[in-house]
C-alpha cells in the first residue's frame, strides 16, 4: 500500500469566507515546524502545494526551503485563483468557479504561479486547485503546462460553482480531459483526496437522483457530504473513524491514501477545526499515529505526488515537459 502527505501551504484568513485579492500574511508557514518530529521520525516525505501570497515573499520562502530540505519533500503549486495575477474584478461571487473564467486567464493566473516559483529554482510539477474547484477547463490547462500529478479531485463532494466529484475514482487515474472524474487517455495523473461512499454503490445512487427534478441539488450534496462518505483524514475526523476509513478503501481495493490538510491548521486561531493549542497538539499526535499504524498495518511506503507517477503510468505515457514559464503577468 501506498501513502502520499498533502499540505496546502497559503496565506491566513480564508477560514473567515473572505477571498481578498489584496496581498496576504502567510505567517502560519512557520508552524510546520511542529510537523518535525513526525516527519523526521517516521520518514514521511510531504508534497507542500504553494500558493503565489505564500510564493511571492521571500522570508516566507526561506522556511519553505528549510523545510523541503529537512524533509526531503516535493514542492508542488496550489493556485488560488482570487489572489494570483493577473488580477481581473467581475461580479462573480467569490472564489469565481473556475468554469466560469477564461481558459486564458485561467492559464495566466497558472503560469504566474509557476513563474513566481521557478524564479526561486522551484519547478513544481505537482498541484492543486484552490477550493478543489477543478473542472474540465482548469485541468485541461494543467495538461499545457506541463503538470504531472494533480490533487484536485474530491470524491464525495461538490464544490461551488458545478466542480462535481460526487462519483469519481478514489484511487489515483489518468483522468478524460473532458471529464476529470472520469478515467481516460491523459497524460497528468490524478491522486484524488481519500474520500470514499460508505455503501459501495451508493455514489451510482446518488448520480440517479441527481437526474430527477425531485431531490434538490443540496439536498445530495448534504447526504453525500454527511451520511454518505467516510474518509481517513486526520484533520477532520478522530483516529478511529480515520482508520476505518483506510480499512474500508483497502477492502476495496485501494491501493494509495491520500492525506491532506492546510499549513493553517497548525496555527491556534486561525482555523476552525483546531482553535486551541491543545486542538491543534490532537491533530499532530492524530497524524502521527495514523502514519505509524498505515506503515505497521499495511507496510505502507510514503511517496510525494510526482513520486506516483511513475507507478501508476502502467501505459507509458511520456509526460510533457514544462514550458518556459513567463515571470510574471502583471495584467491581463
Known amino acids: 500500500m501506498k501513502f502520499t502527505v498533502t499540505i496546502d501551504v497559503e496565506e491566513e484568513g480564508l477560514f473567515s ?6 496581498d496576504s500574511s502567510a505567517l502560519n508557514v512557520y508552524q510546520l515546524d511542529r510537523l518535525d518530529q513526525v516527519f523526521m521520525e517516521l520518514g514521511v516525505r510531504p508534497t507542500l502545494l504553494v500558493s ?3 510564493a511571492n515573499k521571500k522570508d516566507v520562502l526561506k522556511k519553505l526551503f528549510s523545510l523541503k530540505t529537512r524533509w526531503k519533500a516535493e514542492v508542488g503549486a496550489h493556485l488560488h485563483h482570487w489572489n494570483t495575477p493577473p488580477i481581473v474584478v467581475d461580479t462573480i461571487r467569490p ?4 468554469e466560469l473564467l477564461s481558459s486564458d486567464l485561467l492559464e495566466a493566473k497558472t503560469r504566474s504561479l509557476l513563474g513566481v516559483l521557478q524564479e526561486s529554482d522551484l519547478y513544481a510539477t505537482s498541484f492543486r486547485m484552490g477550493r478543489f474547484n477543478l473542472g474540465p477547463k482548469m485541468f485541461q490547462i494543467l495538461e499545457q503546462v506541463g503538470i504531472k500529478v494533480d490533487s484536485s479531485v474530491t470524491p464525495m463532494r461538490r464544490e461551488y460553482g458545478g466542480a462535481n466529484h460526487l462519483w469519481a475514482p478514489t484511487d489515483p487515474y489518468f483522468p478524460d480531459p473532458l471529464d476529470p472524474t472520469k478515467t481516460g487517455s491523459s497524460d497528468v495523473l490524478e491522486v484524488p483526496v481519500t474520500i470514499l461512499p460508505i455503501l459501495k454503490g451508493i455514489d451510482n445512487y446518488l448520480k440517479l437522483f441527481s437526474k430527477t427534478a425531485f431531490t434538490p441539488r443540496a439536498a445530495i450534496e448534504w447526504l453525500a457530504l454527511n451520511l454518505g462518505s467516510i474518509s481517513p483524514q486526520p484533520a477532520w475526523v478522530n483516529l478511529g473513524v480515520a482508520k476505518a476509513g483506510v480499512m474500508l478503501h483497502k477492502s476495496r481495493g485501494g491501493d494509495c491514501v491520500t492525506i ?3 499549513s493553517s491548521e497548525l496555527a491556534p486561531r486561525l482555523n476552525p477545526l483546531n482553535p486551541t493549542e491543545k486542538a491543534v497538539e490532537r491533530f499532530i499526535k492524530r497524524l502521527a499515529l495514523l ?7 499495511y507496510n505502507a511506503k ?3 505526488l510526482s513520486e506516483l507517477y ?3 503510468n ?3 505515457a511520456t509526460p510533457k515537459k514544462a514550458p518556459l514559464v513567463e515571470k510574471h503577468v502583471d495584467s491581463f
Do not use: K
Not at 472564489?95 to 473556475?98: D, F, G, K, L, Q
Not at 502514519?291 to 498495518?297: A, T
Open 17 to 22: 469566507g473572505i477571498y481578498s485579492t489584496d
Open 260 to 262: 491532506f490538510f492546510h
Open 291 to 297: 502514519i505509524q499504524w498505515l506503515m505497521n498495518r
Open 310 to 312: 511513475p507507478l501508476y
Open 314 to 316: 502502467l501505459q507509458g
Open 95 to 98: 472564489p469565481a468557479p473556475s
Open 52 to 54: 503565489y501570497q505564500v
Open 302 to 304: 510514503c511517496h510525494t
